[in-house]
C-alpha cells in the first residue's frame, strides 16, 4: 500500500490556489468551489495556515451580489452552488460573522430559489429554470450553516427528495431520472440535515451504493461505469450516512485512492494515470478521512516519515468535524 505523501498534497494544492496562469484563467467559473476544495483539504491535512486568510475573506466578500447569492468570480452571476461554497470558506476560515447583516440577504436569496412543489433552481439568472437535487442540497445545507432552516418549505423540500427516489432505492437529478451516487449523497444528505432519514429505504440504497465498488477497490457514480476517486466521497459519506459503510471493503477502497495519487507533483486524480486536480485531491482526502486512515484501518504507513493523521470529517458539510462541534 502507498501512503498519503502529505507534504506533495499540500505543495499541489497551495501551487493551485496561488499560481496565476492560463489554467487559473480557465477555472475562473468554478472558483469559488476552489478555494473551497483547497482549504478543506489543506485542514483535513491540518495545514490551513498555508493560504493568506484575510485575502480569501477578501475574495468571497467581491463576489457576494446585491440579492445575497455569491458567484464563482466576481463577474459571473450568482448561484446557490457557489453560495455553499463561499458559505463553507467562512465557516473554515472561522469568519462567518463578518457576514452582519448581509446574512438575511444571503437566506433570502435562498428562499427565492425554491419552487411550490419544493424543489429548487440554481438561480434566479439562469433563464432555464432547471430544478435539480444538488440545488436542494446546497440550499439546505446554507440554512443549516446559517442556523435558517425554518426560512424555507421543509416538508416540500422532503416531499420533492422523497419523489426522486427510484425503484432501485436510489436518486436522480428530477423526478423519474436515472440513479446517480451524486445526486444519492444530495438527496441523502438533504435528508440527514432535515432528521428525515426514515422516509428512506435504507436497505435497498445501501445495496444499490455496495454495488458501487469494483474489483479495482474504487467506486462508480452509476452502473457499468468506471471507478473515479470523487465517489470515494459521494457514495462512501451516503453510506456513512446510513450506518451501511461496513458493507463494502475499506482496505481497498483506500489503495485505490492513493493509487490515483501523483507520485511526483502531489494531487490526486480520478483515477490512476490521470492528471490531479484540487476536486479529486479534496474528495479523495476526504474519503481517507470518512474511512478514518491511519485510525483504525491498520493501513501500512511504514514508508511514511511521520505518522500520518487526517482530521475527522463531517460526512453530511464536507467540513472538518471541529469546525460544526465549536458552533
Ligand atoms: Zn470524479
Given amino acids: 500500500m502507498k501512503s498519503l505523501e502529505v507534504d506533495k498534497h499540500v505543495n499541489f494544492l497551495v501551487k493551485a490556489a496561488t499560481t496565476r496562469g492560463f489554467e487559473w484563467e480557465m477555472t475562473e467559473y ?8 483547497s482549504l478543506t483539504a489543506l485542514d483535513l491535512l491540518g495545514q490551513l495556515d498555508k493560504l493568506p486568510r484575510e485575502e480569501m ?28 461554497s463561499a458559505i463553507q470558506v467562512l465557516v473554515i476560515l472561522k469568519a462567518l460573522d463578518q457576514l452582519g447583516e448581509k446574512k438575511e440577504k444571503v437566506i ?31 440550499a439546505v445545507a446554507t440554512l443549516k450553516l446559517l442556523n435558517s432552516l425554518n426560512a424555507i418549505d421543509l416538508d416540500k423540500t422532503v416531499q420533492h427528495i422523497k419523489a426522486c427516489q427510484n425503484f432501485d432505492g436510489a436518486f436522480g437529478v428530477r ?36 454495488d458501487r465498488q469494483l474489483p479495482c477497490g474504487g467506486l462508480n457514480g452509476r452502473p457499468m461505469k468506471k471507478e473515479d476517486v470523487c465517489y470515494s466521497w459521494w457514495a462512501l459519506s451516503s453510506l456513512v450516512m446510513i450506518k451501511k459503510s461496513a458493507w463494502i471493503d475499506h482496505k481497498k477502497l483506500a489503495e485505490f485512492i492513493l493509487s490515483a495519487a501523483d507520485e511526483e507533483m502531489g494531487g490526486i486524480a480520478d483515477r490512476p494515470g490521470d492528471i490531479p486536480d484540487p476536486f479529486h485531491t479534496l474528495f479523495g482526502i476526504a474519503g481517507l478521512s470518512l474511512l478514518q486512515y491511519n485510525n483504525n484501518l491498520e493501513l501500512d504507513i511504514s514508508s511514511s516519515k511521520e505518522n500520518v493523521k487526517l482530521k475527522p470529517i463531517d460526512p453530511v458539510l464536507c467540513l472538518p468535524s471541529y469546525l460544526l462541534h465549536e458552533k
Fill in 30 to 37: 468554478l472558483r469559488m468551489s476552489g478555494i473551497y476544495w
Fill in 108 to 138: 433570502e436569496f435562498v428562499k427565492s430559489l425554491q419552487n411550490t412543489d419544493g424543489s429548487f433552481i440554481g438561480s434566479p439568472d439562469d433563464d432555464e429554470e432547471e430544478t435539480d437535487t444538488r440545488f436542494s442540497f446546497c
Fill in 175 to 210: 423526478v423519474g431520472s436515472e440513479s446517480h451516487a451524486g445526486q444519492v449523497f444530495c438527496c441523502v444528505g438533504t435528508l440527514a440535515l432535515l432528521e428525515k432519514l426514515d422516509i428512506v429505504d435504507q436497505e435497498l440504497l445501501g445495496w444499490w451504493l455496495a
Fill in 57 to 84: 475573506i477578501a475574495y468571497v466578500f467581491s463576489c457576494l451580489h446585491e440579492n445575497g447569492g455569491f458567484s464563482p468570480a466576481p463577474n459571473h452571476y450568482p448561484t446557490i452552488i457557489y453560495t455553499l
